[in-house]
């Protein structure tokens, strides 16, 4: 008999806040790479185990959240606060929904840091890396 299981990370983690991140913000969300002139880009980073349970386990889950803007103009601080903005309505966000779906689909949604910088090679190109995660219940029939 072959071994039923869900996809947690990618069905209930991954694709939700992908979902979250489109309803809020009119940009881009990927899982390959960065899309000009500004993009998501999420990748699923750890599943780690927290607890066995009676009926299932509880697991951490772990998704980088990237976000990329490419200049049309020039590096300044008002290029600063946009990337910021961004991220700062991101993290409103996630508070916003720690609980998702009655904690069904993941609860205790977190941003634990979110790390700026400009690239060395191309000054055009600003980013933002936070670091997201969750857990979630699995019932296990």
């Not at 939700?16 to 980073?45: C, G, M, R, W």
């Not at 946009?82 to 904690?103: A, D, P, Y």
């Amino acid at each position: 008999m072959p071994t039923t299981f869900t996809n947690i990370i990618f069905d209930e983690v991954v694709e939700n806040l992908a979902k979250l991140i489109n309803d809020e913000f009119n940009i881009s969300v990927h899982y390959d790479e960065h899309k000009p002139p500004q993009s998501f880009l999420l990748t699923a980073l750890n599943d780690d185990f927290v607890t066995n349970l009676s009926t299932g386990m509880q697991r951490e889950y772990t998704v980088e959240v990237g976000y990329q803007l490419k200049l049309g103009g020039q590096y300044n601080k008002n290029s600063i606060k946009q990337v910021s903005n961004v991220m700062e309505r991101f993290k409103r966000l996630i508070f916003n929904n720690k609980i998702l779906s009655s904690g069904s689909q993941w609860f205790d949604a977190q941003v634990t840091n979110i790390t700026y910088e400009r690239d060395e090679d191309d000054g055009s190109l600003l980013s933002a890396t936070a670091t997201f995660t969750c857990q979630n219940t699995e019932v296990i029939t």
